[in-house]
């Protein structure tokens, strides 16, 4: 059996990160995620004037809550998601002028839904180009709060940024969710909020915050679950292969652990205990259809795996997967038509039939690390698949070359 350590949660830290930032005091961060995600967040928070020290396993954020120290900033959120929707929402419980920007791919990703709710609240928010996206000015002036209605369909951080904005406002907010995707996420944000002292109560699809602030405190970031899975994915296409993960286990945040219950599913040998999650290869893997809605990031890990198994995987319920870093759905389906296997797809749903994948093939990635990390799962099995864009998995995990090679080579 091979341990695996895993980064830090790239959610979990970028939540951290605004949590700290707003929080009366300093807050240890220990465990964080190193990666280009997390490190431009914190470059994000440091250009926003909060004072930001880094060690190697421990990150100390001095809290503001009355918001950014500089009056006026220009931040470039690279390619984060979580950044350019997060850091916005931040900046605008303070009092300045800042300027967002972000890399070409991350200015293709929607923000209106977010945007549209800050102004309902009264933000002075204006969007620089197209409208919807980045760059964007906030005119930041305090957000008093109050109640709005929210369409999260697309992605459940818009709801994460208003929610954690909540305890920052004068009278608090009611926010009503006509729509929501990767609910698991918003129950991630919901704990952490409270483990920062907040006071956020769910009632049906409506969340009640009250304006309680932050308290600082030290937190330990777990490791991320949806990297995790490519582990555990190859883990289950063995053959006479295991793979633990310490620190995921029956008490962790992320709902992207969840997958290892789809490989259960397939005929893999799962174990969760208190301390973390082992995936053991029983020779079988089944096909399925199976709804991943909650935890679509893991999509791409499934369709990588699914040409192994003895019958057809058809993912369903997956269309916010195509206003990712790309259009992931797409993305697996052309990269594995190119390695021969037969895929079917819709709006929501991919359907992938059994077959040999053939290469050699050099993988599209479209700048999307869990394109990579995914289709290094297939090139267990087929030989000559290369990527056009190796390094993007510095987003979220700058060495997982060497550790996945390492662990396949693992006797």
């Excluded at 777990?222 to 190859?234: Q, R, V």
């Excluded at 039939?353 to 999307?368: K, L, M, N, R, Y």
Aim: aromatic share 6%.
């Amino acid at each position: 059996m091979t341990v695996i350590d895993i980064p830090g949660s790239k959610s979990v830290t970028a939540r951290a990160l605004f949590l700290a930032a707003a929080a009366e005091g300093t807050t240890t961060l220990l465990r964080p995620l190193v990666s280009d995600d997390t490190e431009g967040f914190a470059e994000g928070l440091t250009a926003l004037g909060y004072a930001v020290r880094r060690e190697p396993d421990a990150w100390h954020i001095e809290g503001r809550p009355a918001g950014p120290g500089a009056e006026t900033a220009d931040v470039y959120c690279r390619d984060g998601a979580t950044t350019a929707r997060f850091l916005p929402t931040l900046a605008a419980a303070g009092r300045g002028t800042y300027r967002f920007d972000a890399s070409a791919q991350m200015r293709r990703r929607p923000l209106a839904p977010l945007t549209e709710a800050l102004r309902t609240l009264g933000v002075d928010l204006r969007h620089g180009e197209k409208e919807g996206h980045h760059p964007l000015d906030v005119h930041a002036r305090g957000v008093k709060g109050g109640a709005l209605t929210l369409d999260a369909g697309q992605s459940s951080q818009y709801l994460t940024a208003l929610l954690m904005l909540g305890p920052l406002t004068a009278e608090g907010l009611d926010i009503t969710v006509t729509d929501l995707v990767s609910e698991p996420y918003v129950e991630i944000t919901l704990a952490m909020m409270r483990a920062f002292g907040a006071d956020v109560r769910q009632e049906g699809r409506t969340y009640r915050v009250a304006p309680t602030g932050y308290r600082a405190r030290t937190y330990g970031i777990e490791p991320d679950a949806s990297t995790a899975s490519y582990f555990f994915a190859a883990a289950a296409l063995g053959p006479g292969r295991s793979v633990t993960v310490p620190g995921l286990g029956t008490g962790a945040l992320q709902g992207d652990l969840a997958f290892v219950d789809v490989l259960r599913r397939m005929g893999a040998d799962v174990e969760i205990t208190d301390t973390g999650t082992t995936v053991r290869s029983t020779g079988t893997l089944r096909g399925l259809t199976v709804n991943m809605r909650d935890i679509s990031d893991t999509m791409p890990t499934l369709a990588a795996l699914a040409p192994f198994a003895d019958g057809p995987v058809r993912i369903e319920d997956v269309a916010n997967t195509r206003v990712k870093e790309c259009d992931r759905l797409d993305a697996c389906a052309e990269n594995l038509r190119r390695l021969g296997i037969t895929v079917h797809t819709g709006p929501d749903w991919i359907e992938i039939h059994p077959g040999t994948p053939t290469g050699p093939v050099e993988i599209a990635t479209h700048g999307d690390h869990r394109i990579v990390m995914s289709f290094a799962v297939t090139a267990l099995r087929t030989p000559g698949i290369t990527f056009d864009d190796p390094g993007c998995v510095k987003k979220t995990f700058p060495d997982f070359h060497r550790v996945f090679d390492a662990f396949v080579h693992t006797p």
